[in-house]
């Protein structure tokens, strides 16, 4: 029997300050959700203006109660992301939570990958999780702890063909989370990685569409025989973000359908 999702709820994440990039769709947008439920404080940070403004619209129609603000800017900015951790700080007194899903696909060919293209990757998804990792550990170290979520991928731990610049720019992030728990620990500061597999967002929508992703043989290759949601990959942050899961910290953690466990 296929048993449906059901979401946990973690009283003890009301009112707390949260930093999320990427925040306007896909599953960044739905860990905003996730945790505007639990009565977190929101602070939205995405590089689409409009996409934030109707993200968060949206959030305060469904979360009448919810505290939401937005942060338009990029994460391979320093600038941006300094005035996005301070405004958080500003606004809700605090910066506990960081989740950082800023990023963007990269699957072309490795002969034709390009220099420029190459950099773009590795700048949005290594670079702007460091970027990001480092201002908000600033706050957090100030504040006695905090809890970072890198949202690398499941093409951080296996190969993919075509997906040289992704997957070693999400190998990267989960590296980065090891050493950064390592590091922090003594800060307070809890940081993990969270691998999604193949999640049925906007940015897989586009993929699918233009041919460089085959729905019938990621179905078929899945244990599951299916792509996950951004909801289910949500239900994990909030889990991790909790205080349930105090002693968990530098790891990279999975949710693929059983997609990387199966083999030949
Ligand atoms: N969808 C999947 O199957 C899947 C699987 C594994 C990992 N991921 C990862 O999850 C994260 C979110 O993916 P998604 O599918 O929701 O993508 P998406 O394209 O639907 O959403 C990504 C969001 O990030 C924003 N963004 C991109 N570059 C930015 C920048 N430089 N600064 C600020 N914001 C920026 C975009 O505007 C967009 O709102 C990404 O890091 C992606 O690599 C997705």
Redo the contacts with the bound molecule.
Sequence with gaps: MTRAFAPATYPGLAGRAVLN??????????MARAFARHGAYLML????AD??AG?AATLRADFPDARIAVHA?????EA?VAAACDACAESFGSLDILL??????MNRPSLDLSPADWRRAI???LT?TFLCAQAAARHMKAQGGGVILN?????GLSASANRAA?CAS?AGVISLTEVLADEWAAHGIRVNA???????????D?LIADGKLDLAAIEARTPQGR??T?EE?AEMAVYLASDAAVFITGHAHLADGGFRARGF
């Design positions: 990039t990427g925040g306007a769709r896909g599953i960044g947008y739905a940070m995405d590089r689409d996409a934030l993200a800017g990029s994460v391979t900015e941006d950082t899903n800023a990023g963007i696909s700048d949005v998804n702007g949202t690398a991928s499941m093409w992704y999400k969270i691998c999604p597999g193949y999640i049925r967002t906007a940015l897989t586009e792509m996950g951004p990959v």
